[in-house]
């Protein structure tokens, strides 16, 4: 494999990977909410979910799951319902007015809410295969394979941590305290889109 062919891997992966989707965002909510030690572990969470997929993309199991509409369907579903429930969270908070604040979730939950949320976004093994095949060919060996999945598994928590760290920033945490309602209002209503999406695809004809 080529280091023309990695670059092109890596650029198809981060594009996608730094994207403000569900995943970026629910971090993004947890930063400022609740500050970088609540972050991190999701951050975790978030980059175990994606390595994953990058494994079942890699061995092939990831072309089976997005040939088989049953599978990927009920993924979709899946995906919806734990989007829906996030959706839940966030309008709770944001109908919020002075009363407490929601309990700061432990290492724990905060990891496994990310680890969640990624494995079950159908959209995350869908984007590792577009990533991959941009610069693998029939040709290029096993190895080649693992270490652009290993590479792009590493972009993977370079960019959870970046927008763990950067939205646990003094100032966006600040902006949150000031805006929290339509923020939490926002990211309500962006997990609900996110949602429907998923469900429409999946009973989609």
């Known amino acids: 494999m080529s280091l023309g062919d990695l670059l092109q891997v890596m ?7 730094v994207s403000p989707g569900p995943a970026n965002l629910a971090l993004a909510a947890r930063a400022m909410a609740q500050g970088r030690r609540a972050a991190l572990p999701m951050a ?6 994606l390595a994953l997929w990058g494994v079942a993309a890699a061995t092939g199991l990831g072309a089976v799951l997005a040939g088989s509409a049953a599978a990927l369907g009920a993924l979709k579903v899946v995906g919806a319902c ?13 109908a919020r007015r002075d009363g407490p604040e929601a309990p700061v979730a432990g ?3 905060g990891f496994r809410t ?32 693992r270490g652009a999945t290993a590479v792009c598994a590493l972009i993977g928590v370079a960019n959870y941590l970046l927008w763990a760290l950067v939205f646990s920033a003094g100032g966006a ?15 309500a209503a962006l ?15």
């Not at 975790?44 to 979910?49: H, I, N, R, Y």
């Not at 734990?82 to 944001?94: H, I, K, N, S």
């Not at 997990?191 to 004809?205: I, K, T, V, W």
């Open 44 to 49: 975790a969470g978030l980059a175990l979910g």
């Open 82 to 94: 734990y989007l829906g429930w996030l959706a839940l969270g966030a309008a709770q908070g944001a």
């Open 107 to 109: 290492r724990m939950g």
């Open 114 to 145: 990310g680890l969640l949320l990624n494995l079950s976004n159908p959209k995350a093994v869908l984007a590792w295969m577009a990533a991959l095949s941009m610069g693998l060919s029939p040709e290029v060996g096993a190895g080649a394979v």
């Open 191 to 205: 997990f609900s889109l996110a949602a429907f999406g998923l469900l429409r695809s999946a009973f989609a004809r």
């Open 11 to 17: 650029l198809a992966f981060g594009v996608v990977c």
């Open 173 to 187: 945490m600040a902006f949150y305290a000031r805006a929290r309602r339509g923020v939490e209002a926002g990211c």
